[in-house]
């Protein structure tokens, strides 16, 4: 399995994974949008003959310099694989070495946790998503700048259930 950027001749085939891996094209919406917005900042797919996985990474306002983790897909035929687990690893170490501060993503403590997302950390920080399920991770030594403030995803999230 190759990780390496998307690029656009990929568009199509990520674009058929997020329709088949979610109950909604709400997903596959938002990707074209995140791309079309310019709000989209990593896009890594996992490759093994054809697309078989995806995460996108996408601008945050926030009072730092921080990316939102949204989304993440994988066909059904490599689930538990540890796809999913390289293309976050992937990106998270790319978002680190381009010097940002923090990622925030919405999903199961328990799954994210391994990557070291922490439930704790983001409950100072208002968003719509602001929750159980909402977490953040420190991407450099110091930590976050700051434990509080104002949360937003990019406008293509706008309207998301």
């Not at 998503?129 to 700048?145: D, I, K, N, R």
Request: with cysteine; glycine share 8%.
């Amino acid at each position: 399995m190759e990780i390496r950027d998307e690029i656009e001749g990929d568009y199509a085939e990520v674009r058929a994974l997020h329709v088949r891996a979610f109950p909604s094209v709400a997903e596959a919406e938002l990707v074209d949008r995140l791309r079309t917005d310019g709000d989209a900042i990593t896009s890594l797919v996992a490759v093994e003959d054809e697309v078989i996985g995806h995460v996108m990474f996408s601008r945050l306002q926030a009072p730092f310099k921080a990316l939102g983790l949204a989304p993440v897909a994988v066909d059904s035929a490599f689930r538990r694989k540890g796809v999913a687990n390289a293309l976050i690893r992937e990106g998270l170490r790319r978002a680190e070495r381009d010097g940002w501060q923090a990622v925030f993503v919405l999903g199961s403590p328990s799954y994210y946790r391994r990557f070291g997302f922490d439930v704790s950390l983001a409950a100072g920080f208002q968003s719509p998503y602001a929750g159980e399920y909402f977490m953040t991770l420190a991407l450099q030594e110091v930590g976050l700048p700051c434990k509080s403030g104002a949360v937003s995803y990019a406008p293509a999230f706008d309207g998301l259930d």
